[in-house]
Structure formats: structure tokens, C-alpha cells
């Protein structure tokens, strides 16, 4: 049984949490440290994570950090019991191909997105004032890696092709953060980019995960 | 006919792990097309078939596969022309803590290094000033990465385990651009840091490659 410590609430916990649900995997573990009391800074965490941050996983004596290698761990694992698709690592072109849109995800949609929530949310969860010019900045940035993620899904379905795959999960928890923080728009503006949203929301494994912080 | 063309731009980070990768590798069977990033040859609209976002290094095989995303490339090139630089697909474990590696590489190096870069390097050929409240607060990352990578290269002697490995080599272009901005005490003044870093770029084909740029880049200045 794997054993997962995150918070149900954490945008990096919640693509694993994803994985899990769409893995069909219910039995593991789940350990919510106190982020705020900043348990995950100290030891024994940092031992097992030496950035100090969220999500861990262990599996017996093996212990892994980084929510996408996270993923890509269990994809494997339970590769059997998988209803979607990863590329079988003798097919080259397809891994490469699953490479370049992990890439992409990070390059050109996390660098923005996960700034602009932290600006209008998290930091507002801390009592802290969002900086105007950095918000315009990352607004900016999103916006026009957005056009091009528009164009891109007039032409596949998906954000790694032409099936729900691992990719689609890597977005999702910020893309349902930046409504969250209210910049629904910079999605539900862009045809193609919501045709996408709505296509992997209305999965019954998306439903199960998104839990919506009241308060 | 060569093997595949590669798209890139000279003293660009990115495609040069794309060419530290071939170096070490020792693949030679590839022909380069530079685009002059400054009269925006990148953003063509034939480029922007081989990379919708209208970035480099992108690379197509003579069979006609397209793909974009440096270390992407980096790892599909490793695994078609067998470079002893990744772990073998059998081993879960080793293949999980390479990626993890890698996520740390882009995530918590790349991120705010690539800032620097930006500000300090690619701004001054746009005519812009840096901006100081985004260098020190990057420079911060950088500092707080390098600690935390200090305690890891105490205990082993690359970023993914005990052997050099392409992750190894994602770093070296960054760090080169830090070394240029004259950042470069992040690096030395950690010694398990500093040790890894010539560990790594004095490996032969990799020493010879830099050389080569770093004599290249002299040229260029002198006969400007």
C-alpha cells in the first residue's frame, strides 16, 4: 500500500490524488502535515523532503517527491489496472511526444498559472497584499500562452494528444485554482481551451478529488 | 542525409543541453540551423509548425518526427541512439528518482535561474534594464536551492545518483549563463556544489564542446 503525505487542498497533492482516482487505486495512505504550523519545514519531513514541500510518496522503503514523478511512478506501478494511457516506454516517438507536452505543462502553463494563484489566493490566505505589477506581468504571460494552448486544442482534444492522459492531470488542479482565484475567464474566454476544461471535468475522477475550500 | 536537423540559436541555454546531450553522447550525425532570434526567425510561420509557441530548440528526423522541448529532446535522443546517460526503463525506482530530478532541475534551478538569465543576459540585447526586485528575489531561489543541493551532493556525486546523468547535463547551460552573469559563487562557495560542477564539466567531450563555444564567443566579440 502506498503511503502519501500531501493535503487534499494542495494543488501538487491534488495531481496525485487524480492519479490515484483515475488509476482506480483506493487503498493507500493519506498524512495532511500542518503546512501552516510549517511541519513540512522541519525534520521529520525535510528527511524525506529536502525542499521542504508537498506531496511525498512512500512505497515500503522507497520515497519519492515531485508530483509529476509522483504520477508518472504510479502510472507505471499499476499500469495494469489503468484505464488510460501512457506511453509504453519502447515507443519512442510516443514517450518522447508525453516528454514534450510534460515539458510544456511546465514551461509555458505552471510558471504562470501557479504565480497568478499564489498572488490572488494564497497570499491572501496568509494576510498578505498581492504585488499589482507582478499580478499584470503573469496575467499578461498567461494570456498569450493561453491563445496558443487555444489554437493548439482546435486541433487535438487533449492536452497530450488525441486521448485523456496523464498530461490533462498535471493541469487541472491550477486551471481549477485560477477560477478559484477569479480568473475563470482566462479560460472560459478561449473556445477551445474550455471545450477542454469542460470534456475533463465532467469525469467522474475529477469530481471525486476537486475539494473547493470553503470560508 | 543527416539523421535530423537541429533548430536552435547561438548562446541559447536551451539548445545547448540538446548539444552538451549529443557531445557526451558522441553522435556527430546531425546538421544545426541557427535562427537569428533577434529578427524574430523563431516565430516564423514556418517554425512555429515545428514549435507552436515560436521557441528553440525543436528538432526533425529525416523521416519526417517533429518534437519540441529541450529536455524531451534530450531524453529521446539518449534513449534512440542508447547514451549511458539515463536509467534503464525496467527499473521503476530509478527511473522515478530520475524523474524527480528532473522536476527539482526545472522547478526549483531553472525557474528562478532562467529569470536571471533573462535580466541580466537577454535583456541587455533588447536595449532593457534589468529589474533589481527580480534578480535579488530569484537570486534568493538560487541560494536556497544550492544549500538544499549542498546537503544532496555531500552524499552522492550527481544530482540523480551515484553516475553522471543527462539531468547532470541539464544544469551545465544555466550555470554557465550564472558563471557569465557573475553569479558564479553560488557554485563555488559550496564545496560538494563546486565539486559536482567540475566533475561535470571537465568531462572530455563536454570540456570541449564549452571551449570550443567559449572560443567561438571570443571571435565574435573581437570582430564585431
Known sequence: MVHIIGNNIATCTQRVLLRLAVLGVTDFTLYSPDVMAGEHKKLPHTAKHPFGLIPVLEDGDFTLYESRAICRYLATKYNGQSKDLIPDCKDLKATALFDQWASVELTDFDAFASELVAQNLFYKWRGLEAIPEVVDLVTKKLSDKLDIFDTLLAKQKYMGGNVFSLIDTFYMPYTEKLFEAGEGELTTSRPNVKAWWDRVTVRATWKLVNVKITG | ?224
Open chain 2, 1 to 224: 542525409m543527416p539523421a535530423f536537423t537541429l533548430y536552435g540559436s547561438r548562446g541559447s541555454t536551451n539548445t545547448d543541453r540538446v548539444r552538451l546531450t549529443l557531445a557526451e553522447g558522441g553522435f556527430t550525425d546531425y546538421e544545426t540551423v541557427l535562427l537569428n532570434l533577434q529578427k524574430g526567425e523563431q516565430k516564423s510561420e514556418e517554425h512555429k509548425k515545428r514549435h507552436p509557441w515560436g521557441k528553440i530548440p525543436a528538432i526533425t528526423s529525416a523521416e519526417g518526427f517533429t518534437m519540441h522541448e529541450s529536455r524531451a529532446i534530450c531524453k529521446y535522443l539518449a534513449k534512440k541512439y542508447s547514451f549511458p546517460l539515463l536509467p534503464p526503463d525496467s527499473d521503476a525506482e530509478a527511473t522515478a528518482l530520475f524523474d524527480q530530478a528532473q522536476c527539482v532541475e526545472t522547478l526549483y534551478f531553472a525557474e528562478p535561474a532562467g529569470k536571471i538569465a533573462f535580466e541580466k543576459f537577454a535583456k541587455r540585447f533588447m536595449g532593457l534594464p534589468p529589474s533589481d526586485a527580480v534578480l535579488s528575489d530569484a537570486l534568493r531561489s538560487v541560494e536556497m536551492f544550492f544549500d538544499i543541493a549542498e546537503g544532496l551532493l555531500s552524499e552522492k556525486e550527481y544530482m540523480a545518483g551515484n553516475d553522471f546523468a543527462l539531468v547532470d547535463i541539464y544544469y551545465i547551460p544555466l550555470i554557465r549563463r550564472l558563471f557569465a552573469c557573475g553569479y558564479g559563487n553560488v557554485v563555488v562557495s559550496r564545496a560538494a556544489v563546486n565539486a559536482w560542477w567540475n566533475r561535470c564539466v571537465n568531462r572530455p567531450a563536454i570540456a570541449r564542446l564549452l571551449a570550443a563555444d567559449q572560443e567561438a564567443a571570443t571571435v565574435t566579440t573581437a570582430t564585431r
